[in-house]
């Protein structure tokens, strides 16, 4: 009996993805799935250290894990004229963010790189991604950068859109913003690769045909989000790019990477390399 620990975070669009694992609903032949959840920080470390078998990482945190890790075709969170959110407590332009405390959900999060490119003259101050809403709220930072629910939440706290950061990139490049993807240890051997690969899509492919079943059982990590919310927030990032990256989203990940390198935030040039 072969254990192989998959790591996601602790959100209702991962738990939505994972579901049909988790419950038992697919056969594993022969494989037992142990799961790991935990922030996505958190996993984007351990992922550094190889410590997981298969897990959810950042698209930025890839960029320094590709000489360990692959990445699987399916479980992408591709953010497609959609992402994360500058917001503040008052109006302001992007002139105005320059040099200003920005709450961050940690620096090897998509959202940050996206940001740096989008203005590289900022004060980054690291908060649980869970924080940062209440932090600008209570001006621990003048502007937040918000990630999962709180893309869908921030203005229940009084808080204004400075930017959507998938719809500038979207004005960018005509490309969806890839902020997560699962990746696979590439020690594990191409026959097991292949059966982590067709489990993992085969659980996407079962939440999105039982999408109450699938819904019912993220609703636990939805945090705070009713029902109709959490079913937007899942359809935003579990959905056709999910089951797979396409020609498109393949593309997507080789220029947010490579915008990253360009612009020296990335220090090291960067194979992407997926798993077919």
């Known amino acids: 009996m072969t254990t ?63 000489d360990k890790y692959a990445l699987l075709p399916h479980g992408a969170s591709m953010g497609d004229r959609y992402g994360p959110r500058l917001v503040a407590r008052t109006p302001m332009t992007r002139a105005d963010i320059r040099g200003k405390r920005i709450a961050i959900p940690g620096t090897l999060t998509s959202a940050y790189l996206a940001l740096r490119i989008f ?10 991604f869970d924080q940062i809403e209440q932090a600008v709220v209570e001006g621990k930072a003048e502007v937040g950068l918000l990630i999962h629910e709180g893309q869908l939440t921030f203005g229940d706290q009084g808080l204004h859109l400075i930017q959507d950061l998938g719809e500038w990139w979207y004005g960018e490049t005509g490309l969806p913003l890839p902020l997560g993807g699962n990746v696979v240890r590439k020690d594990l051997g191409d026959d097991l690769t292949r059966k982590i690969s067709r489990h993992l899509h085969d659980s996407i492919a079962y939440g999105l045909d039982h999408r109450s079943a699938a819904l019912d059982h993220s609703m636990k990590y939805a945090r705070g989000l009713d029902r109709s ?17 396409g020609p498109r989203g393949r593309k997507a990940v080789r220029e947010f990477l490579q915008r990253g390198v360009d612009t020296g935030l990335i220090t090291n040039p960067v194979t992407v390399e997926f798993v077919d």
């Open 229 to 245: 919310k959490a079913d937007t927030f899942v359809g935003m990032y579990v959905n056709e790019w999910t089951l797979d990256y």
């Open 119 to 128: 203005e590289p003259n900022f004060e980054p101050v690291v908060t649980p």
């Open 4 to 66: 192989i620990h998959v790591a996601h975070s602790p959100d209702s669009d991962d738990a939505f993805m994972f579901y049909a694992l988790a419950a038992g609903k697919i056969d594993t032949e022969g494989l037992t799935y142990v799961h790991e959840l935990q922030d996505i920080e958190t996993l984007n470390h351990r992922a550094m250290r190889g410590e997981l078998e298969v897990t959810a990482v950042s698209i930025h945190a890839y960029a320094y894990l590709s």
